[in-house]
């Protein structure tokens, strides 16, 4: 798509009672309404493909690393039970995001820039250091999941893995370089092929489609089962993450869009289209990694299979397809990789937004990954793939920990008529908002309750 220069914000962005009256700089100043947006009374599909592109970077989170141990061993322990959680869970992100995309659009500010302008400083300073936790949590993820990855499909030690995944700074600045459109572009190219080797998996897993389709019926045994509802919680724990509410709010602002009520309407209506639809096919992934568990290892009476790289070893032998192994490593890889460009933005927005601070790409990367990549190479080199999975699921409980502290500050700025004006989530909105953020917040506090003290 052409480009046009930067544009900055308007210094008292509408509505601007409930925020302080400083003038700021834009998020993400350097693709700051970067990308035309067609006229209002262009087509739809038109204006849909002018807003596409943020969701699937927002998607790229709800299928990572981190979140296919709980997948895996919720389809191998409990069959097809779970895709009941997996559906709920992917409705409250879709709400979650759509408020995270509608108060950035709408006040011209991320929801950091938010925190800061409505909270004191140390507050503001508090729930940064929270941020930064939770990204280097996620960057943990990434770099285990891509060691495993390196490590399945060439041999390679996980330590050296490990190391490798630093280079991957240089990558991301590469592409940074070329416009946001690149970003995206790559994005959504890594997306298509971890759905492409799902849904070979699925088609060789050879599910029971009755029991599959059932399984979306949420049942009262997962609240009963106590080994279940603790797998659910897991689902439920990592299905928002935190940076992407931040992630979110940011880049929907690289398009240029109208300062007037109704160019703000339609960026909202499309971003949400966008988000909806992206989410929807990570529902479809981390649906289908449950699935290919359930088919492959429940249905044959392996139950105990909760770890990434068993699971790829069993693929291949269990059903009989060579290229089963590979193909479920070739997804973990891009996986890996999809996080890493996402999280590289969302750790530049959190540090830029909270402090005001910027640092040069290269450095704000590199410091990030390598808050990452020590405690994952200590513990590759001590305990090796058991303590890697481990390391995993702690990377979890910590995103989960810090979830709160996102997701309160997005539904209230939402809620409040001083901040958003005309646009302020309605009544029925602000319900299921406070309500959803209520079970994330109790679920996540339980999880990690069971996590340390049991």
Known sequence: MPSTPVQEPPATPSPDAGWKQARHAPSLAEVYGSIRVPAQNASFWRKLLAFSGPGLMVAVGYMD??????????????????????????????????????????????????????????????????????????????????????????????????????????????????????????????????????????????????????????????????????????????TVMPHNLYLHSSIVQTRAIEQTESGKRMAIRFATIDSTVSLLLAFFINAAILVTAAAAFHKRGLFNVADITDAHELLAPVLGAGAASVVFAVALLASGQNSTLTGTLAGQIVMEGFLHLKLKPWLRRLITRSIAVVPALIVTLIYGEKGTSDLLVLSQVILSLQLSFAVVPLVLFTGTKAKMGVFTNSLLIKMLAWTISGIIISLNLYLLYQTLFK
């Open 65 to 238: 690393p981190g979140n296919w141990a709980t997948d895996i061993a919720g389809g191998a322990r409990y069959g097809y039970t779970l895709l009941s959680v997996i559906l709920i869970s992917n409705l409250f992100a879709i709400l979650l995001q759509h408020l995270a995309a509608k108060l950035g659009i709408v006040t011209g500010r991320d929801l950091a820039q938010a925190c800061r302008d409505h909270y004191s400083r140390p507050v503001a300073l508090v729930l940064w250091f929270l941020c930064e936790v939770a990204i280097a949590a996620c960057d943990l993820a990434e770099v285990i999941g891509s060691a495993i990855a390196l490590n399945l499909l060439f041999g390679l030690p996980l330590p050296w893995g490990v190391v490798l995944t630093i280079l991957d700074v240089l990558v991301v600045l590469m592409f940074q370089s070329r416009g946001f459109r690149v970003i995206e572009s790559i994005v959504a190219g890594l997306t298509v092929v971890i759905f492409g080797c799902f849904l070979y998996e699925i088609i060789v897993s050879h599910p029971d489609y009755f029991s599959l389709i059932k399984g979306f019926v949420p049942q009262p045994k997962i609240v009963t089962t106590p080994g279940m509802l603790y797998i659910a919680i897991g689902i439920l724990g990592a």
